[in-house]
């Protein structure tokens, strides 16, 4: 088993609609607004960037995403990633229940390469996934505020 080989799967029923979840989603460079913990976003390219990240532990991971697909008709974006994390992430955004909402599915595969976090990797693995955890949840209550501020700008 490789210890520095992390799958993580979320998935969250936000009160809002499909569309408007995809429309905030597929602008990364928004996300340090509402997310906390994405702490820099810089385009470098149409569909390339860096982004910089930082929970709770004090190490920041920065990457080099590429946009691998977005498509609006599917509602399902995904971007490969180099750097500190190598592999990929992937929003799909799905009708939640009957007039339930969104259900939206994260899914992450990467194996970590900053060399801090591959030496600490067995001792430190169930602290690396609960800060994973927390950012997670802290994006979550995040994108719920942010969509209910896009929300009341439409009245």
């Known amino acids: 088993m490789d210890w520095s ?15 408007a979840v995809y429309r905030v989603l597929e602008r990364p460079d928004s996300y340090p607004q ?4 994405v702490r820099e976003v810089r385009q470098t390219g149409e569909a390339t960037g860096v982004l910089r990240f ?6 920041d991971l920065v990457v080099n995403a590429r946009s691998t697909r ?11 990633l180099t750097g500190d994390l190598e592999g990929w992430v992937r929003w799909t955004v799905g009708p939640g ?3 339930r909402g969104t259900r939206l599915v994260f899914e992450q595969e990467v194996v ?13 693995r169930p602290l690396f996934r609960a800060n994973h955890a927390l950012m997670m949840r802290s994006g979550r209550v995040g994108l719920l505020a942010r969509l209910a501020a896009d929300a009341a700008d439409l009245v």
């Open 97 to 99: 229940a009957p007039g």
């Open 34 to 37: 509402w997310w906390p913990q």
């Open 5 to 19: 080989h992390y799958r993580f799967r979320s998935t969250w029923h936000l009160d809002a609609g499909p569309d």
């Open 112 to 124: 970590v390469r900053k060399s801090l976090m591959r030496a600490l990797a067995v001792p430190c």
């Open 70 to 80: 977005q498509d609006p008709r599917e509602r399902v974006l995904e971007v490969a």
């Open 54 to 59: 930082r929970s709770v532990l004090p190490y």
